[in-house]
């Protein structure tokens, strides 16, 4: 199944201060952590404030076709798990949708149920690189098959054995995988990552109790059968980072977002917006889960151009797109690099965001690794393709803002993968 036709919508420039309060849809990272674990647990979990976007319902519908019993109420899943035995094979391939999450997560779980199951999804999912997660998961002792490491992927789960795993690349999803699969595994999973990636799994498995610990830069897990949970999903700061962001960007204006997500891999984006010269206030509030949450308040201050290292990279990695649009604005060059993830996200993340500022005028330049912006340049309206790329509409649609006439973004309904509604919220603010 693929994506509707490409349609656009018009962002009108800001002419204006922008302001307000808002909330932002639940982490999506976090979301299809929780209801994985809930599936594979015992008994009955409820999971409120979880994430309404595409991705996270690709996860949901996976579940539910390996068998696992799951009722929305008022959006907030209540999961019925049966422990790892509880899940039967599918009979059909499992349909992932555009959601590389709810598939390497997924192959992780799948490797250790005695099952063979194919994990599927969307053209855009085929064309992302899997031998990542089936390389260790073999290791593991699973039967993995790639279509010349891609999806389609078929797996034949079973009996696994721990390893002692160094991720060649800075990501959470990888580790995740193997993490994951270590739950059933024989003897202690180690993964080793040189650059920290956002640590969701391995803070919820800790917070329901599973022996799970950090040793420097090791992540260490033994098998656990997990019981079920109730816990709230925070804001998606991921989500929240482009209302902020247009703050910053747009002389006068102020932008306040409630409880949202403020794990310490997940929030550089806000440090780097304060490197860039705009107030950043950050109240965190009490935490009851695993995961830390507050307030954020941003107000706009003249931007400054900045350098981004590589080893900054892993924490900000959805939000550079973003960072692109927002050094159009900014007094001085921006420049990244150690980005070549990127390419292989949900689109080539660096071409398309270069293409799309050039389009309506910036000055702005692919790297192999990254991307360099010359600000302040000003922006013209036009028309920019998101390529089917719900970072890359976000990061146009508040170019757009700056913009001296209209932008259409055409396939920003893609934002529905990861923030249905951030249209209208983001209209709010004017
Ligand atoms: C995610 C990890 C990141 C990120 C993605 C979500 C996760 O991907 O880009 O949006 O939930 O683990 P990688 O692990 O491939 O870097």
Known sequence: M????????VIHPAEGVLGGRVRVPGDKSISHRMAILAAVARGTSRISGYSPARDCASTLDV???????????????????????????????????????TMRLMAGILAGVDARATLTGEDQLLRRPMNRIADPLRQMGADVETTDGHAPITIRGGVLRGITYSLPVASAQ???????????????????????TRDHTERLLGWLGAA????????????????????????????????????????????????VGLNP?????????????????????????????GTVRVTHAGLRGI?????????????????????????GPTEVRGAGELRVKESDRIRGVVNGLRAIGADAEELPDGFAVSGPSPLRGGSVNAVEDHRLAMAFAVAGLRASGPVTVRGMESVDDSFPGFVATLESLR
Do not use: Y
């Open 265 to 293: 891999t997940r929030d550089s984006f806000l440090r780097l917006l304060a490197r860039m010269g705009a107030e950043v206030e950050i109240e965190p509030a009490d935490q009851t889960g695993p995961e830390p949450v």
């Open 2 to 9: 693929n994506a509707p036709a490409t349609t656009g919508a």
């Open 174 to 196: 990888v580790k995740s995988a193997v993490l994951l699969a270590g739950l059933r595994a024989s003897g202690q999973t180690t993964v080793v990552e040189n650059t920290p």
């Open 307 to 331: 350098t981004v290292e590589a080893d900054e990279v892993a924490g900000v990695i959805d939000e550079l797109p973003l960072l692109a649009a927002m050094a159009t604005g900014a007094d």
């Open 212 to 259: 799970v610990r950090k040793d420097g830069t090791a992540i260490i897990i033994s098998a656990a059968d997990l019981n079920s949970f109730d816990a709230e999903v925070p804001g998606d700061l991921s989500s929240a980072a482009p209302l902020l962001g247009a703050a910053a960007m747009i002389p006068g204006s102020e932008v306040v977002v409630d409880g």
């Open 63 to 101: 579940l539910r076709a390996l068998g696992v019993l799951i009722d929305l109420h008022d959006g907030a899943p209540v999961i019925e798990g049966g422990g790892w035995d509880g899940l039967r094979p599918p009979d059909e391939p499992l349909d992932c949708g555009r959601s590389g999450t």
